[in-house]
């Protein structure tokens, strides 16, 4: 991948001043960044402040069988020929790339990381949540809308919120997997918000997105509880007694 350029991006800045977040959305396999334009404006109507960014996939599309007829679009890796064997190696090749990009979009923005949210959707999640496995200190947010991990996690990504958004009758990506990964991760001390809406197959719905921005509002992470502990910690110390 290469670095950040607004030709390979669908772009909400603010209107005045500096931005004070960053949101990078990342869309499905054969998508393009245009597929994540609602979250992108449902986003920027609750952060008019934030910049919000949706990426291009560096690779064009290619279908999952040779013999499928491609759309145009693009992928974050390949598809084609992929099983549960090899989806790992590929998800794994794809993130060194895929890190430097985001660090880019962040440096671009001088912002930090702590202040960087990933939101992707199918192949997008997928990326976002293995990104943040791999690579400490790159995003403090992910919003993983109908994705999966490519290998089981197994240890809790560091100072990071996850927030898992799935349809109850999605046929792509199964979201008993995910509901499998969240158990995991509480008991490996993860901060994580998991939702299951029915009646939704594979796709980023409007009750999903909206069901984000109220994780997003509502849920404090865990490490701004410890500060805030530390301080008052610190201030009690300090009172005369």
């Not at 690779?59 to 007829?69: G, L, M, R, W, Y």
């Not at 949540?129 to 240890?155: I, K, N, W």
């Not at 992470?221 to 500060?227: D, G, Q, V």
């Amino acid at each position: 991948m290469s670095t950040p350029q607004r030709s390979q991006a669908l772009a909400l800045l603010p209107d005045k001043g500096l931005p004070d977040l960053l949101f990078l959305l990342l869309h499905g396999a054969g998508a393009d960044a245009s597929q994540m334009r609602p979250l992108a404006q449902a986003l920027r109507a609750q952060y008019p402040q934030a910049a919000v960014v949706s990426i291009n996939g560096p690779e064009v599309f290619e279908p999952p069988t040779v013999d499928a007829q491609a759309d145009g679009g693009r992928q974050w890796y390949s598809l084609q020929g992929a099983n549960d064997d090899n989806h790992p190696e590929r998800v794994a090749a794809a993130l060194p790339g895929f890190v430097a990009t985001v660090r880019a979009w962040a440096e671009q923005f001088d912002m930090a990381w702590e202040r960087v949210a990933l939101a992707g959707f199918s192949q997008g999640a997928v990326l976002a949540l293995e990104a943040v496995q791999a690579e400490a200190q790159l995003a403090g947010r992910v919003l993983a809308f109908s994705g999966a991990y490519a290998t089981p996690p197994t240890h809790a990504p560091h100072e990071v919120s996850l927030h898992f958004l799935h349809g109850q009758r999605d046929p792509v990506l199964p979201y008993q997997d995910q509901v499998h990964a969240a158990r995991q991760l509480v008991q490996l001390g993860a901060d994580i918000t998991a939702d299951v809406l029915p009646d939704l197959g594979h796709e980023l719905h409007p009750e999903l997105i909206e069901r984000a921005l109220h994780q997003l509002r509502s849920f404090v992470p865990a490490r701004l509880w410890r500060e805030a502990q530390l301080a008052a910690a610190e201030q009690d110390k300090q009172a005369p007694h």
